[in-house]
């Protein structure tokens, strides 16, 4: 089963950068992979046990998956794993740790495990693996530029919703 660590250097704080990913209003504005995910019980916000509906978008929108929140502890840990089946995949599961650095930087350490739908195992495999890989660490190069250029706007956003976060 092919699972792999992607770490990135955010130039923001923790909460800046969990915010910005698992709140769908701002990840909107700059995830690649999802054109607009809506939390299955209406809420605005996740919890442990939420399922999150995340249509593709792009070229990847055929792919649609659903999502269970397994944990959310805002800002550090938030983990999920896929409800049912979504092609390419017949397995997916992930976690986002997010650690504080020095001058207001966080560190965002990605950890995954997928397994490709039964008919693309063994020489598909790889390529699904791979092109998960490259996806996923465009994403966050996206998140990254985002959040150089609009971190203001997060922590207008944030301030805007301090009692509900």
Request: proline share 5%.
């Amino acid at each position: 089963m092919p699972h792999g660590c992607l770490t990135f250097t955010m130039n923001a704080p923790c909460e800046v950068v969990f915010d910005a990913f698992h709140h769908h209003e701002l990840r909107c504005r700059w995830d690649s992979l999802v054109k607009h995910p809506v939390l299955e019980n209406g809420d605005e916000w996740p919890s442990a046990g939420a399922i999150t509906l995340n249509p593709g978008s792009g070229w990847m929108k055929f792919l649609s998956m659903r999502t269970q929140f397994v944990t959310f502890q805002r800002p550090v840990l938030a983990a999920a794993h896929m409800v049912g089946s979504s092609f390419p995949f017949s397995m997916w599961a992930a976690s986002l740790k997010h650690k504080p650095l020095a001058d207001k930087q966080s560190q965002l350490i990605y950890t995954y495990n997928i397994k490709a739908s039964w008919w693309l195992r063994g020489w598909a495999e790889w390529a699904v693996h791979w092109m998960f890989r490259y996806e996923t660490a465009r994403r966050f190069r996206r998140m990254q530029k985002y959040l150089d250029s609009n971190l203001e706007e997060v922590l207008i956003w944030q301030k805007s919703r301090e009692r509900v976060l």
